[in-house]
């Protein structure tokens, strides 16, 4: 299982335009795909989505350089941009229908925990993500729960890391 594996942290700048967006995102994906932590098809697709969110946000709303890092634990997967910019991001009361203004808001719908922490030269923001067992450690395969080796529907599942929340506090993670 991932938690018992050892911490890693890796770091790279982030260029302040567009195509860094993409190309961060792949990075980390890459990284973490490297540190062979077993992680689900589903929780790589979180993790894709919110880098994009915190990537973009750095990218659109600083001018100076910003910094990703993305850092296993032991037992959780931390994504982190710090940036020259003082000010701390809040999250925007924009519909769901929105085309822009919806990052915070989805990080804190489905990131374990998130915040940000002034830094002495500008900001952080991180989120962090538990990983969930894969299907194979759940004694699922493919989707299907089994009974006494024969398949049966497929498994309902909950979306991981979702959840309810005041988008009116920041680093409001889920209790513990």
Known sequence: MCATRPSHSHSFPIAAENQAVPKARHLVLAVVRGWDLQLTGETLEELALLCSEIIANAVRHTTGPSTLTVRWTGSRLRVEVTDTTPGLPAPRNCSLNAESGRGLMLIAAIATDWGTTPTPTGKA???????TATDEENGQHQ???????????????????????????????RPR
Do not use: D, I, S
Request: charged letters at 15%; hydrophobic letters at 30%; proline letters at 11%.
């Open 125 to 131: 923001v991180w989120f962090e993500m538990t990983p």
């Open 143 to 173: 989707g299907h729960q089994t009974v006494a080796g024969k398949p049966t529907a497929p498994a309902r599942r909950q979306p991981v890391g979702v959840r309810q929340t005041t988008l009116e506090t920041h680093g409001a993670g």
